[in-house]
């Protein structure tokens, strides 16, 4: 099974500020099978990112993905009030995992 | 537009069973594969079990192997999740949710808004 590890637990920062959430994984993702969930409260999981940087369909620009092997990124460039909430990496391809999540709060 | 709507949660006792349905609409269910994926209360997601479009490729957690089955009807839009022997563990909000392609690609596209399960005596 792979392992995906979420950092950090938690991220703190203001609206117009950078996020930058770190996955890694216990083994090399393959064909970099590597997907973001986005999350809210009381909400299901929203698909922000597939393929480690392939943005999903109606997802903003100001999320982008980046990396490969065992080391993954997902960036949002500008935070909108609407984008604090929990954030899941994912493999897919191999038995699906999923990390434990980093939350992004209004600082 | 994509709709997914879990059905069949509830409080069971532990050994039990419960059967859960996802009714489909707003895509060609038989075009894809399906999933069921948990939450545990304050917990991250699991995934628990996935169907290929045909029911011909068929996968479980660990977790889940031999007690959960998975089918689904094609002519009836419908996901469905058997659930035996019932553990405190297997608390979670179940998620019904889309794969992207055919076969079990494991990339979820959408996904319902979940049905509570709830095991305790």
């Known amino acids: 099974e792979i392992v995906l590890t979420q950092s950090p637990g938690t991220l703190s920062l203001s609206p117009g500020e950078r996020a930058t959430l770190s996955c890694r994984a216990s083994q090399s993702v393959s064909s970099s099978y590597l997907a973001w969930y986005q999350q809210k409260p009381g909400q299901a999981p929203r698909l922000l990112i597939y393929?480690?940087?392939s943005r999903a369909t109606g997802i903003p620009d100001r999320f982008s993905g980046s990396g490969s092997g065992t080391d993954f990124t997902l960036t949002i460039s500008r935070l909108e009030p609407e984008d604090f909430a929990v954030y899941y990496c994912?493999?897919?391809?191999?038995?699906?995992?999923f990390g434990q999540g980093t939350k992004v709060e209004i600082k | 537009e994509v709709q997914l709507v879990e059905s069949g949660g509830g409080l069971v006792q532990p050994g039990r069973s419960l059967r859960l349905s996802c009714a489909a609409s707003?895509?060609?269910?038989?075009?894809?594969?399906m999933h069921w994926v948990r939450q545990a209360p304050g917990k991250g997601l699991e995934w628990v079990s996935g169907?290929?479009?045909?029911?011909?490729?068929?996968g479980y957690a660990d977790s889940v192997k031999g007690r959960f089955t998975i089918s689904r009807d094609n002519a009836k839009n419908s996901l469905y999740l058997q659930m035996n022997s019932l553990r405190a563990e297997d608390t979670a909000l179940y998620y019904c949710a889309k794969d992207n392609g055919r076969w079990l690609s494991e990339l979820f596209d959408y996904w319902g808004q979940g049905t509570l399960v709830t095991v305790s005596s």
């Open positions: 393929g480690a940087s």
């Open positions: 169907i290929s479009w045909n029911s011909g490729s068929i």
């Open positions: 994912q493999q897919y391809g191999s038995s699906p995992t």
């Open positions: 707003g895509f060609t269910f038989d075009d894809y594969a």
